[in-house]
């Protein structure tokens, strides 16, 4: 290609130079050139005239400003930040071809400021325009927009950006409370846990890999790739997949953000079912019949069906949520009402339809974190209360002598809507957590455990960046955590699965092995 923009004699040039690649030619390297089918045959000297009917010939190539570059009819003549151009081949998003100095590819968005530019996925993540803090930047789809916290985009469902126990007042907690020591459960030997993470080390079409963990030991057994599953093509970070206890799958929610160039149609975006069986590495995506738009909430009720909320639009607003009961052996949706979110954030119900956990009969639902989102401020819990009259409600900082509440669980008690979380201990000046049990009303609030060497996943300097993962079976409570081990720059930190009777208070913390660095991995589920 480089003797195609010299000025080499012609038939050096022509040596040098196929189909293909002839757009490349400088003029003082241009042939005449007629074309038969797929042959080409050469005249003599050339001419611009002559070239250009060439290009016609091919397909119809045209001048970038300037006339130093050509591009083919598929694609567009982009700046490259050098005073020149590039060629970008069309995308499915015309608006999004060029962008700042270089080009997005099919199934991007331009996210384009003074400061800078980056190309975003379209299925799973938009582009935040700058605020003066912050420049324009790619968010995954289920967070907003936001100047605080590490990377700018927060999470209103479960929170992954914390400053731990440094700018607010935390409400005492006095409790007699017999710290077992670790390694003290029994565990069955068949017990077994699954956990989906994005690893780092894997190719993109391979990241998301399904583990199963001995309980007993921490060994990783199996770690296979999750198969077809189509939803993060980038091999990124994903939100949160649902645990079915009673069918041993995972769920995943989205809707279709890349077909018709991103435009949302008239009777709204197709929502999708994902279901993963974590033995087998298979995926399975069904469309969802009666309900479309983005899922933003999701918890198993007690009677296998899924408690679902999904964005409520009207032109091209979101002005609330759909709750609808799903179904997931049919993928059929019936609907549980709506409501309106309110003017802002600063009313309890804006972020209702981001819920996680439900009631033993689905009927009220559950979202904690913050209330002001994009401020990180104000943590509490949102009550939703479906029926006739759907309403929200906001209760305060509930996790007394702890920091804040980072999970959430319902603890299977028949009626009872009695919770466990894990919650970074004041007494621990490391801040590892103990596992809590609590109720809304807080007439039930005790430490169950407290889990030594057990962090959210940190970033250097950056505080905690990451999600957590949680699953309850009767009395049995597990945590993928991570262990830190002092080291370079956290090198050494791992994963690890933390083991708790409920009942009995005994507790364990497992590494898991082999060991991969904390880093290297983005926790997506875990389920037992």
Known sequence: NNHCNTSLPFTDCLGHCSESNMKNLQPLCLVA??????????????????????????????????????????????????????????????????????????????????????????????????????????????????????????????????????????????????????????????????????????????????????????????????????????????????????RKVFYYLDANFTANAGDRPATGRPAYLYTVNPVTGATTKVTIQGTVDFPTGYAMNEDGKIIMASENIQDDNVVGFKFNSLDPTTAVATSLGMMNRGSSEQDGSYYAGYHRECNANGTTLYRFGYKIVTQQQEQGLAVTTLGQSIGTLWKNETSLGHDYFMTINRINKGTSDTFVSLAPSLKDPKRSLDVVEWNVDESIYRTVASLENAHPPPVLNEGVLGYLATAISDDMYAALVVEVVSGPIGALDHYALAVVNITSGKAQVLALEPRDIAGSWSISGLGM
């Open 33 to 246: 050139i007629l074309v038969f089918g797929s042959q080409i045959l050469l005249s003599s000297t050339a001419t611009i005239g002559s070239f250009m009917q060439y290009n016609t010939a091919l397909g119809g190539y045209h001048k970038c400003p300037g006339g130093e570059q050509s591009c083919s009819s598929d694609e567009t003549c982009c700046k490259d930040g050098n005073d020149g151009y590039l060629c970008c081949e069309n995308t499915t998003v015309p608006s999004s071809t060029c962008c700042g100095d270089g080009c997005c590819t099919d199934y991007e968005t331009c996210c384009f400021d003074p400061k800078g530019w980056e190309c975003c996925l379209q299925q799973n993540t938009y582009c935040v325009q700058g605020d003066g803090q912050r420049p324009s930047r790619c968010c995954p789809r289920w967070t907003v927009g936001c100047p605080s916290g590490t990377v700018g985009c927060c999470d209103p469902a479960q929170p992954w950006q914390w400053t731990i126990g440094n700018t607010r007042t935390i409400r005492e907690h006095v409790q007699e409370f017999e710290k077992l020591p670790t390694n003290t459960i029994s565990v069955a030997a068949d017990k077994v846990a699954y956990a989906l993470v994005v690893s780092g080390w894997r190719s993109q079409n391979q990241a998301l890999v399904a583990l199963t963990i001995d309980m007993g030991s921490g060994k990783v057994t199996q770690n296979i790739p999750v198969k077809d599953f189509d939803d993060d093509p980038a091999g990124e970070s994903t939100r949160e997949f649902l645990w079915d206890s009673n």
